[in-house]
């Protein structure tokens, strides 16, 4: 098997082009001395990677408008219909850049550039039939070249030739647009700091060379010879030795879309509840241990439980005491409704955001079954496959943001709900236990809000004082088993 | 090992480079992952020079759906019922039709360049092949690129992409077809595609007896009489990034939505909904035109006939709505957030009208318009 593989890669270093080769195999070899090819890499992912930019020596002129026609497709095919356009009418395409996609009888042609230049005309509308031989775009070029079709390609091997700028025998390499920029501002090339890859002068090397030509000391290049040493300025301190980097970054604007822009609507309903919040801490070393013992049990069921099963239940069993606590206000808040089922929700970070869906009837489930529920849940979650039914008629709140990291939070209530808790990591902290003996205790902190505008703190405290019960000692939940 | 694999004779190294100087390389490649075999032909066309050579793959992908490049996934195939059955979805860079690609279908591409570009003559490579290795079955090519079998039964489809410099076309040979599965995932129409359309081969039919391997290697060796050159077979993992640098972007790239439903051309949905309300029992109808461009549903407008609803929460649902993926679950999410902010009976309603709503999204099939 190695030995095919071995094989097959040196049958295919034989097959790759010379450049590609260079590049790929012995990238550190490339310097401003050699005679590379420069290669210029679009935006456009189909386009082929290796797109080769001929550069000219002519003055840069902006040349006649070329119709650029499509050409044969092979087969003695006629017409073609336009599938996707890559360029718009005032685009800048540089030869070989993809124009447009175009399919026929099954076969589906991307149609490159021949020349350098800006597109002024597109002939054709998404969908619209074209004709071959006919006009498909009209470039304005760059340069005097003639030629009107997007001749088939033979892969050139022989395009070793570049054009650069000799100057005291010294090659350096700009583009038409940067050469064009130092002529008229009478700069030589070759006394400007080279920024770019692999020794390239760029627009901002010009800029920053103007910028200083009043006086200070260009720093040494690395990869090229000043000739003329500068005029050095008495009382100027020396600039630093790396040219000082540019920052190219843009802000970038977008509108809010899809669930981000509804919930700017629920959050701005959320926070015109008044909220009033609650901590306490919960040592769930008990906890800990009957779900460590209760683990294989589940395993060999297929179901992974965590501890969230637990927090659910007892919480249903809160709030079969404290009913409040799982209502709805009305928008006038004329009338409370207490729920009747128990709809606990759990925050859940997906790829699209903070869903919450939540796990029907929690008041008739058993632990097992809630965990089962959360596996489902957590399934879709992860594959960002919820639907409706999952993510609404929540009636409280839980969120386990503890399984990030934090331990207090202050929870954001979510309407038509009017309490919700945020649960914090689980730390193995020091603790007094009963005969006063240090211990290591698991502790987790819980944060509650509630709506003040039906809840008191004592209903909270109280509530929570139970949960907590629940969980510290977990046998209890036995007692309540129907 | 598969049988795949333990029935090929490696080539030595001297036999492939004989090979190389007549012209023609066979390959076949190790994967059965449909986006890695796509990014393979795809490095190939980029990287390989073809100016006087030409190369031949043959590749396999477990259970996938193909579609072309300027397809339209949710017109082709039930999307909800290929995520159920766990089948990916992949869109090729080549144009022309879907195809179900699974174990029991072989693919075969031919590389060359341009000017070498010969459909008729590549499907002739194949049919020749296949009667040298069942002299007693008839197999033919017709004109629209398909290959038939006893004049009605489509056993191939072909497809091809051109650049600049290479082309390559490829075709599907099936030898053995899960035809159920098959039925459930792509749409009616994309069963039949041409105007007097072959049926597709129906899982009982005993079409090639042909083990595989012999298949293999007598589809390989089809170069031989039409091509000039017998060329020994060698095997290709697509995962190996040493071998191909850059192979492995090139996968992420066609797995990705963007490139998968993104390059959907613009498309429209119009249809009539009804909507009842459990509690009033009033009823009502409403127009839906939705128009969906890149993927992303652009714009979507619902018209009542009766007033059903207040007029800012329809402005609010198409507002949440638009410029989201045309995805039933992105949508789910952003609706289900609009729908906590609202009580009794405009929450209701918009709960049924968002339900329905979400069941149509990705449904269309006899509603769909192409622009």
Known sequence: MAAVTRGSFIVFRRLLSQQYRCRCFRPQCVSSGRSVQTLAFTRDRTQRRFAWRTLHTNTVNYGPVVQFKLSDIGEGIMEVTVKEWYVKEGDKVSQFDSICEVQSDKASVTITSRYDGVIRKLYYEVDATAQVGMPLVDIETESKVIQEEDVVETPAMDQEEHTHQEIKGHKTQATPAVRRLAMENNIKLSEVVATGKDGRILKEDILNFLSKQTGAILPPAPMQHIQTPPPIPVAIKPAPAMPKPMFTGKDVTEPLKGFHKAMVKTMTAALKIPHFGYCDEVDLSRLVRVRKD??????????????????????SL???????????????????????????????DTSQGLLVPNVKNVQM???????????????????????TADLTGGTFTLSNIGSIGGTYAKP?????????????????????DASGQVTAAHIMKVSWSADHRIIDGA???????????????????????K | ??????????????????????????????????HQNLALEDWIESNVDLTNRRLFLLWRSRAAVVIGRHQNPWAECNQEAMRNAGVPLARRRSGGGTVYHDIGNLNLTFFSCRKLYDRQRNLKAVTDALRRARPELDVRATERLDIVLDGKYKISGSASRLSRGASYHHCTLLHSADGSALRSVLRPQSLVSTATPPPVLSPDDPIFD????????????????????????AVLDPSDESLFPGIGRIASELRSWEWTFGKTPKFTVQTEINL??????????????????????????????HQWLPQRLIHELCGVLTGERFCPHRAAAAVSALIRSERDEAQRRLHDLSTLLLTLWGEFTENLQRE
């Open chain 2, 1 to 34: 090992t598969t049988p795949l694999l333990s029935s090929l004779s490696y080539p030595s190294l001297k036999s492939c480079l004989v090979a190389v100087r007549k012209g023609v390389l066979i390959f076949q490649s190790k994967s059965t992952d449909i």
């Open chain 2, 276 to 305: 009842s309300d459990d509690l009033t029992l009033e009823r009502t109808t409403a127009q839906l035109h939705i128009e969906v461009k890149n993927g992303l549903v652009s714009s979507i407008d619902v018209t009542f006939q």
């Open chain 1, 294 to 315: 209760l683990q294989p049990v589940t395993q060999a069921q297929g179901v992974k439980l965590s501890y969230m099963p637990f927090f659910i239940k007892a919480a």
């Open chain 1, 459 to 481: 209903t909270m405290c109280r509530f929570s004082n139970l949960w907590r019960e629940y969980l510290e000692t977990p046998e209890q939940m036995l007692l309540h088993l």
């Open chain 1, 318 to 348: 809160g709030l079969l005491h404290f009913p409040s606590l799982n209502a709805s206000l009305d928008d006038a808040c004329q009338n409370i409704t207490y729920k009747a089922s128990h709809n606990i929700g759990l925050a859940m």
């Open chain 1, 412 to 432: 954001v209530i979510l309407p038509p709900e009017v309490a919700i808790g945020a649960l914090g990591k689980i730390q193995i902290l020091p603790r007094f």
């Open chain 1, 365 to 387: 489930l058993s632990v097992l079954e809630i965990a089962l529920e959360l596996n489902r849940l957590q399934t879709l979650g992860a594959a960002g496959q919820l639907g």
């Open chain 2, 210 to 233: 042909t083990s595989f391997p012999k298949l293999l290697n007598a589809v390989s060796f089809c170069f031989s009489p039409e091509f000039g050159v017998s060329s020994p077979l």
